[in-house]
């Protein structure tokens, strides 16, 4: 990756080396131990120099790649069809036998290890400490896909639903696994108050 994005090295006469990292915008400065054209009178420091300048770039890269890779872009708009879609692709291709982890942010945050065997969920956790069973169905793909449900009815009456007046007001997104349908990533907000409820499921295990 690092030699990927670098575009291009290159010395000045005035004991510069400058590195280019393509598709950022980005340089690096190092000076060099000599400037070009003086005398070569220590090679050993000069490689020195550039051996430090080396380092210096792979470290500026990582940083470079690790600020690109880390912004996370928000899940794509639903719609009703959407979500059908994904239910009849659950429906169809659902294991009886399945474990996840679910991120959550917002009011709730905090990872949620579930086990379903035979179709009914056996035990569930968060941040690996266990929840009352009578919580389990809530983690559930079925019972995200209700969360969801019951968010898509709200828009009809929204101010009932989520304090607001209209649907301007509301942001609800989601993505759907292509093969089995379940909600991967689910985000829904009220701009006017903050209140925001968002879950990713960053592992799922067919057992």
Same mark, same amino acid.
């Given at each position: 990756m690092?030699?990927?994005m670098?575009m291009?090295?290159?010395?000045?006469?005035?004991?510069? &080396?400058?590195f280019?990292?393509?598709?950022?915008?980005?340089e690096? $400065?190092?000076?060099?131990?000599?400037?070009?054209?003086?005398?070569?009178?220590?090679?050993?420091?000069?490689r020195?120099?550039?051996?430090?300048?080396?380092?210096a770039?792979?470290?500026?890269?990582?940083?470079?790649?690790?600020?690109?890779?880390?912004?996370?872009?928000?899940?794509?708009?639903? #719609?009703?069809?959407?979500?059908?879609?994904?239910?009849?692709?659950?429906?169809?291709?659902?294991?009886?036998?399945?474990?996840? #982890?679910?991120?959550?942010?917002?009011?709730?945050?905090?990872? &949620?290890?579930v086990?379903?065997?035979g179709?009914?969920?056996?035990?569930?956790?968060? +941040?690996?400490?266990g929840?009352?069973q009578?919580?389990?169905? *809530?983690w $559930?793909?079925?019972?995200l896909f209700?969360?969801?449900?019951?968010?898509?009815?709200?828009?009809?009456?929204?101010?009932?639903?989520?304090?607001?007046k209209?649907?301007?007001?509301?942001v609800?997104q989601?993505?759907?696994?292509?093969?089995?349908? *379940?909600?991967r990533? *689910?985000?829904?907000?009220?701009? $006017?108050?903050?209140?925001? &409820?968002?879950?990713? &499921?960053?592992?799922?295990?067919? +057992?």
């Open positions: 690092v030699k990927s670098l291009g090295i290159s010395a000045t006469g005035n004991g510069k &080396i400058l280019a990292f393509a598709g950022t915008g980005f690096l $400065t190092m000076y060099d131990a000599q400037p070009l054209g003086a005398s070569r009178r220590s090679p050993r420091l000069r020195v120099a550039i051996t430090i300048a080396c380092m770039m792979g470290a500026v890269a990582g940083l470079v790649v690790f600020a690109l890779t880390s912004v996370r872009r928000p899940p794509p708009a639903m #719609t009703r069809a959407d979500f059908e879609a994904a239910v009849e692709r659950w429906k169809e291709h659902r294991p009886a036998d399945y474990s996840m #982890t679910v991120e959550v942010s917002g009011r709730q945050s905090g990872a &949620i290890d086990k379903v065997h179709g009914a969920p056996v035990h569930v956790a968060r +941040n690996a400490v929840t009352p009578r919580t389990w169905e *809530y $559930t793909v079925e019972g209700e969360v969801i449900r019951k968010d898509l009815e709200g828009l009809d009456q929204p101010e009932r639903a989520f304090g607001v209209d649907t301007s007001q509301l609800q989601a993505e759907f696994d292509a093969e089995v349908g *379940y909600p990533r *689910y985000r829904r907000a009220v701009l $006017t108050t903050g209140d925001a &409820i968002e879950w990713e &499921i960053v592992r799922f295990e067919v +057992n």
